[in-house]
């Protein structure tokens, strides 16, 4: 089975703080995503990412940046955290272009993150 | 942009009755379609998905059916649990890019024992 996971599944942060979320995968998927989960809105793709050091913002990138220096490993980066990025953050990963299922993703548990 | 939505945010349903769950999409580009069930507390779970060479596709008490005519996308939940209280989100993708998915809101499944 694939297994996605994330590195907290509670965190607490303050204002200005640099925050990192961690997002490991374990089935050699080419594809990882990071969305963003709040009432109401849905999910919401912040950026992903489609092969190592490559990324490609998303629909809501802004105030975030990510890092892919492995291909099993895709980090989320709030440079410096503000109380409107309290939220729920989901870590997703999938098969490359081209190959078989590559549109189905699979998720992480979810990280809860309150900025104070 | 062009977005996935849902009908009905909320659907409260009888142990035993069948469930119907809708999605409006609105890009007719999409080839792609995918139902995730989010319990509280966890990721959301692959329920089933279909192409657009299909218009219906069962798996185990579930079926998706998707009516590109009108583009609208169904998920019937068969002798509907307890445990398949939830959120459910439909979602679409297409060929086109690097296969991103684009999500409805979400609907809530209340199952009453």
């Known amino acids: 089975d694939v297994k996605v996971t994330q590195s907290s599944r509670y965190l607490v942060k303050r204002t200005g703080e640099k925050v990192f979320l961690e997002c490991v995968q374990d089935?050699?998927?080419?594809?990882m995503f990071w969305y963003r989960q709040d009432p109401g809105l849905g999910l919401r793709l912040i950026y992903f990412s489609y092969d190592v050091k490559m990324k490609e913002k998303g629909d809501i990138p802004e105030g975030y940046s990510v890092s892919r220096e492995k291909k099993e490993r895709f980090s989320l980066i709030l440079e410096s955290a503000s109380t409107n990025q309290t939220s729920m953050y989901l870590c997703a990963s999938s098969l490359g272009l081209g190959r078989e299922d590559y549109n189905e993703q699979f998720f992480g548990p979810g990280t809860r993150l309150t900025v104070l | 942009g062009e977005s996935v939505g849902l009908h009905l945010p909320t659907l409260s349903v009888q142990e035993g009755d069948n469930s119907i769950i809708n999605c409006a999409y609105s890009n007719s580009a999409s080839d792609y379609f995918i139902w995730y069930k989010q319990e509280s507390g966890k990721g959301p779970q692959f329920i089933i998905d279909?192409?657009?060479?299909?218009d219906k596709r069962q798996g185990q008490r579930v079926t998706v059916l998707l009516n590109k005519t009108v583009k609208h996308l169904s998920l019937q939940i068969a002798a509907t649990q307890p445990g398949d209280s939830a959120v459910y989100f439909c979602?679409?993708?297409?060929?086109?890019?690097?296969?991103?998915?684009?999500f409805g809101k979400g609907t809530m499944l209340l199952v009453s024992p």
């Open positions: 279909i192409r657009s060479n299909m």
């Open positions: 089935m050699d998927h080419e594809n």
């Open positions: 979602a679409e993708s297409s060929n086109s890019g690097y296969s991103t998915l684009t």
